[in-house]
């Protein structure tokens, strides 16, 4: 990584006094040779992520997201940046940009959205880093770079893997887009075109701050700490005040637009519980079952969902949470009895109050119908154990 940074510093470096005030992105428009070779970092970076097993293999998701981006691009550039949106199997706030148009959106984002339109403002934001060339001009802007890298040492060295361990497969520049951010001045323009962008494609611009409301109040309510951009209180603090003055320039009169709630929610229902399950690994419980009941609001009868409840009040074990976590069981059995991992719950939860009939039978029911299971030996174990 160090090495990577200095490459990328004294590139900088070479440029000498090139200028910060780079136009947007245009038909007429040409690589500066300090940005051509960002581009080709941010292609060998690209690799390693999308190689990883993290990205989302919901190819009608990435065609729907994409699908949004292309109402917001600007005309006339997609000869030189070809935006592209993938999606990244991460509980984490957080959406980033490569100069060159990848975009990556976390699950944890997408998961708590409510609308089209908040979408629509966070791709707006992101899709402006790169035409306006914010990566190239963020490091001619650096005029300490010594402190800079060592700066980068330190955010790296200080966050968790998590989930995938994400982090350490940032390289120099997904590391400044995805974790340190760009600078005040940089995000700033992003909302404001971002804004115009998204209201110009016809969304409703009362919905751009809602989403980072929504994070906000979870960051307070959880006392959570993010690795990532989005996932910062302060930056988070700053998007809706940014928004707040935009919206009273940009729409005085309180103008209104799409929304497109229902497709968006129907787009990414499976992922918010993917993203639900995730949230549990972590053991992330109030936001693992807020996932969760959110997923059965839009669809009530799912075993998944109703054992991921189960299984979430299990490994929390507060006061009261093994009676939930049955309800929970029994409801998922309910819809499906022959759902493996309801069966697997109960049987645990029997099984330490000692009840060992009832372990038995869901026991034994789980192994039945999960015949390949993980964990067949130490089930057998405690079925061994009851009888």
Not at 169 to 175: D, F
Not at 192 to 208: T, V
Not at 308 to 334: C, M, N, P, T, V
């Amino acid at each position: 990584m160090r090495q990577i940074l200095w490459s990328l510093l004294i590139g900088v470096a070479l440029a000498g006094c090139a200028s910060k005030d780079l136009p947007p992105v245009s038909q007429d428009f040409s690589f500066e040779e300090d940005e051509r070779r960002l581009w080709l970092r941010s292609e060998e970076e690209q690799e390693v992520l999308d190689n990883s097993g993290l990205i989302c293999p919901d190819e009608g998701l990435r065609v729907y997201l994409n699908t949004i981006a292309e109402k917001l691009q600007p005309e006339g550039i997609s000869e030189h940046i070809e935006f592209n949106i993938k999606v990244i199997k991460n509980p984490y706030l957080n959406a980033f940009a490569f100069p060159n148009g990848i975009i990556y959106v976390h699950t944890g984002m997408l998961a708590r959205m409510d609308n089209e339109a908040q979408l629509a403002t966070l791709l707006a934001h992101e899709m402006t880093h790169c035409t306006h060339r914010h990566a190239v001009k963020g490091l001619r802007d650096i005029k300490n770079k010594t402190a800079f890298l060592a700066g980068v040492q330190v955010t790296l060295g200080g966050i968790g893997g998590g989930i995938g361990d994400l982090t350490t497969l940032l390289g120099a520049v997904g590391t400044m887009a995805a974790v340190t951010g760009h600078s005040r001045d940089l995000e700033r323009e992003a909302d404001a075109e971002g804004l115009r962008r998204m209201i110009g494609a016809g969304y409703d611009p009362s919905e751009a701050s809602k989403l980072f409301v929504h994070l906000k109040k979870e960051l307070e309510e959880e006392e959570t700490k993010e690795p990532f951009f989005f996932g910062s209180h302060p930056r988070l603090e700053e998007r809706i005040e940014n928004y707040e003055i935009l919206l009273k320039t940009e729409c005085p009169g309180g103008k209104r637009g799409i929304k497109n709630t229902e497709r968006f929610l129907e787009e990414v229902k499976p992922l918010i519980l993917d993203n639900a399950e995730l949230d549990l690994k972590m053991g992330r419980f109030t936001i693992a079952r807020r996932g969760a009941e959110k997923f059965l609001a839009l669809e009530p009868e799912n075993a998944r969902a109703f054992c991921l409840l189960g299984e979430i009040f299990r490994q929390r074990a507060d006061e009261g949470d093994s009676d939930k976590a049955k309800e929970h069981y029994e409801r998922a059995i309910s819809v499906d009895p022959n759902y493996p991992d309801a069966h697997r719950g109960l049987g645990l939860i029997y099984y330490k109050e000692g009840g060992c009939q009832n372990a038995t039978g869901h026991l034994d029911a789980y192994l039945r119908l999960s015949p390949q299971a993980m964990d067949r030996v130490y089930i057998e174990q405690y079925i061994r154990q009851c009888r």
